[in-house]
C-alpha cells in the first residue's frame, strides 16, 4: 500500500507596494463613503455657516455701497480705525460689563434652583416646571414682558417703589440702570436652560456617595462642597462656556428693550455691527467688528479651556 502525502499550497506573497497601494485605495473608499454619508450636513453648514463667514472676511477688507457691493480695497484700514474709534471703545467696556453681570449671576442663580429642585420633596416636579419654563419662552416674547414690567408709570417694579413709598426708577431711560435692567431680563431668559442642563448633571451624581457620606457624618455643606460641586464641574464648565457666549451675542433683548440706548449705555458690540450694517450701511465696517467679536469670543473660550478645565473632575 503506497500513502502519498500532500501539502497545501503556499500562499502568494505579494509585493509589499502592491499591499500598502491596496490599502491605500481601501482608505480613499472609506473616506469618500463617510464623505456621502457627511454632505448633507456639511451642505448645509457650508450655506448659512461657512460662507457667510468668508464673506464677513471678505467685506471687512473693503469699502461697501449702501447696496452691500464692494467700492474700494483698503485692507485693514477698517481694522486700525475700529480700534482707535471711541465709540467702539465704549461698546467694548459696556460689553464687558454686560458679560460681567449675566454670566455669575445666571450660573450662581440657576445652580441654586437645580440644588434645591434635585432635592426629594413632595411636589418638586410642579417647581421644576417653573423653574425651566422660561426655556420656553422666546427672546421677543420675554423682552416684552419685561418692557411692561420697566414701564415708568404702569410698570410692576416702579408700582412696587410707590407702595412702598419710594421714588419711581426709570430702568431703561436712564445710563445707569439702563444695562443693568437687560442684563436682568438676560439672566431671566437664560436661566430655564442653565437649570435644565444643572438639574441633569445633578441627578447623574450617584446617590451610593451621599449615603457613604451621611454614614461617616459628613452634612448637608459638606457634601454640597466636596461630592456635589466636584462632580458637576464638567456640566458647570459646560454651562459657563455657554453662557459666556451667549452673553456676547445678545441682540434681541437690548433691540426692544433699549434699541441701545440710552446714551449708548446699553450699544454692546453685536449691537453696534447691527447699526453699522443695517443703519448706516456701512458693510465693511461692520464686518470688521463681526470678525474681531469672533476673535475675542475665540480667546475667551480658549482661555476657560486653559484654566478653569483643570479643575474639571470628570471621574
Same mark, same amino acid.
Given at each position: 500500500m503506497t500513502f502519498r502525502f500532500f501539502q497545501s499550497p503556499q500562499p502568494k506573497l505579494r509585493h509589499p507596494a502592491v499591499e500598502h497601494r491596496k490599502m491605500h485605495t481601501q482608505e480613499w473608499r472609506l473616506f469618500a463613503e463617510g464623505l456621502m454619508y457627511l454632505s448633507p450636513a456639511l451642505i448645509i453648514l457650508g450655506v448659512f455657516l461657512f460662507y457667510p463667514?468668508?464673506?464677513?472676511?471678505?467685506?471687512?477688507?473693503?469699502?461697501?455701497?449702501?447696496?452691500?457691493?464692494?467700492?474700494?480695497?483698503?485692507?485693514?484700514?477698517?481694522?486700525?480705525?475700529?480700534? *482707535?474709534?471711541?465709540?467702539f471703545q465704549h461698546s467694548m467696556i459696556q460689553t464687558l460689563k454686560f458679560?460681567?453681570?449675566?454670566?455669575?449671576?445666571?450660573?450662581?442663580?440657576?445652580?441654586?434652583?437645580?440644588?434645591?429642585?434635585?432635592?426629594?420633596?413632595?411636589?418638586?416636579?410642579?417647581?421644576?416646571?417653573?423653574?425651566?419654563?422660561?426655556l420656553g419662552v422666546s427672546v421677543a416674547a420675554g423682552a416684552t414682558i419685561?418692557?411692561?414690567?420697566?414701564?415708568?408709570?404702569?410698570?410692576?417694579?416702579?408700582?412696587?417703589?410707590? !407702595?412702598?413709598?419710594?421714588?419711581?426708577?426709570?430702568?431703561?431711560?436712564?445710563?445707569?440702570?439702563?444695562?443693568?435692567?437687560?442684563?436682568?431680563?438676560?439672566?431671566?431668559?437664560?436661566?430655564?436652560?442653565? !437649570?435644565?442642563?444643572l438639574l441633569g448633571g445633578l441627578q447623574n451624581i450617584s446617590e451610593e456617595l451621599y449615603e457613604s457620606a451621611r454614614i461617616d457624618g459628613a452634612g448637608y455643606f459638606a457634601q454640597l462642597f466636596k461630592i456635589t460641586l466636584p462632580l458637576l464641574s464638567p456640566t458647570l464648565f459646560f454651562v459657563v462656556t455657554v453662557t459666556l457666549i451667549n452673553a456676547f451675542q445678545s441682540f434681541g433683548q437690548i433691540h426692544i428693550l433699549t434699541g441701545g440706548g440710552p446714551n449708548e449705555a446699553t450699544n454692546i458690540i453685536v449691537y453696534s455691527i447691527y447699526k453699522e450694517a443695517f443703519e448706516f450701511s456701512r458693510f465693511?465696517?461692520?464686518?470688521? *467688528?463681526?470678525?474681531?467679536?469672533?476673535?475675542?469670543?475665540?480667546?475667551?473660550?480658549?482661555? *476657560? !479651556?486653559k484654566v478653569g478645565e483643570k479643575k474639571v473632575h470628570y471621574q
Open positions: 463667514m468668508f464673506k464677513t472676511l471678505y467685506y471687512s477688507f473693503f469699502i461697501t455701497n449702501p447696496r452691500g457691493e464692494t467700492v474700494a480695497f483698503i485692507g485693514l484700514e477698517n481694522y486700525m480705525h475700529l480700534i *482707535q474709534s471711541p465709540n458679560v460681567l453681570y449675566t454670566v455669575p449671576t445666571g450660573v450662581l442663580l440657576a445652580l441654586f434652583l437645580a440644588v434645591i429642585a434635585n432635592e426629594r420633596l413632595k411636589g418638586v416636579e410642579f417647581f421644576r416646571v417653573i423653574f425651566s419654563s422660561t419685561w418692557l411692561f414690567m420697566f414701564h415708568p408709570s404702569i410698570g410692576v417694579f416702579n408700582n412696587i417703589l410707590a !407702595f412702598l413709598g419710594l421714588a419711581p426708577v426709570p430702568w431703561l431711560t436712564s445710563g445707569e440702570w439702563a444695562l443693568l435692567s437687560v442684563a436682568v431680563t438676560t439672566v431671566w431668559m437664560n436661566v430655564g436652560f442653565n !437649570f435644565i442642563i465693511g465696517f461692520a464686518s470688521a *467688528q463681526a470678525i474681531l467679536l469672533f476673535f475675542i469670543i475665540l480667546v475667551f473660550t480658549v482661555l *476657560q !479651556f
